[in-house]
């Protein structure tokens, strides 16, 4: 059974840092990409980073780029979103995506349950 656990979220303040982290199980985690998109209230579910199998290639939204960072840990089945300058319009909840295409983003079959973000102004 694939699991994907996120974690990581919470309240934080205009121009403050976050770091997501998504815990993987039940796949051959170094053979899949990794990725992770959002959705605010009353919104789409957008994408916001992905990364490669050996983290080769990333790919951000272009609202993120030089913000967050996107990274993964192969040994540890883990992928995480690193989050600076946080601005109140990057309040949503964050979920993280497995076997996603990367460029152009396309969502994969596997998801996390989310974990809320929230940046107070």
């Known amino acids: 059974q694939v699991q994907l656990v996120e974690s990581g979220g919470g309240l934080v303040q205009a121009g403050g840092s976050l770091r997501l982290s998504c815990a993987v199980s039940?796949?051959?985690?170094?053979?899949?990409?990794m990725g992770w998109f959002r959705q605010a209230p009353g919104k789409e579910r957008e994408f916001v980073a992905g990364i490669s199998q050996f983290a080769l290639v990333t790919a951000y939204a272009d609202s993120m780029k030089g913000r967050f960072t996107i990274s993964r840990d192969n040994t540890a089945n883990m992928v995480y979103l690193q989050m600076n300058s946080l601005k109140p319009e990057d309040t949503a909840v964050y979920y993280c995506?497995?076997?996603?295409?990367?460029?152009?983003?396309?969502?994969?079959?596997?998801w996390g349950r989310g974990t809320q973000v929230t940046v107070s102004s």
């Open positions: 039940g796949l051959t985690f170094s053979t899949h990409t």
């Open positions: 995506n497995a076997d996603l295409w990367i460029d152009p983003p396309r969502s994969g079959q596997y």
